[in-house]
């Protein structure tokens, strides 16, 4: 059995994950109101980037990117699907 990690701080998540959406043009709040994101979804990407362990190259991915990006990080673990919800907009 396996040691439980700690989850990260979820405010700091929050705002990692409404910015990776952010550089890729994908507005969270708008995915949610036009229906393509539900609240529990929204909730779970952000309880699921608490769990990454590479959140210094996200914050490094973000410095970088200027605010825009067509692709992800590699590192992110909703690469596909902040991108997809991206390519919906």
Request: hydrophobic share 35%.
């Amino acid at each position: 059995m396996g040691f439980a990690r700690p989850l990260g701080d979820p405010a700091k998540h929050f705002w990692l994950t409404r910015s990776v959406a952010r550089a890729l043009g994908l507005s969270l709040s708008e995915a949610m109101a036009e229906g393509t994101l539900t609240a529990a979804g929204y909730a779970d990407l952000v309880t699921r980037c608490r769990t990454c362990t590479r959140v210094q190259d996200c914050e490094t991915w973000l410095s970088e990117c200027g605010g825009s990006s067509d692709i992800a990080p590699e590192c992110c673990m909703h690469k596909c699907m902040l991108e997809t919800l991206a390519s919906r907009h």
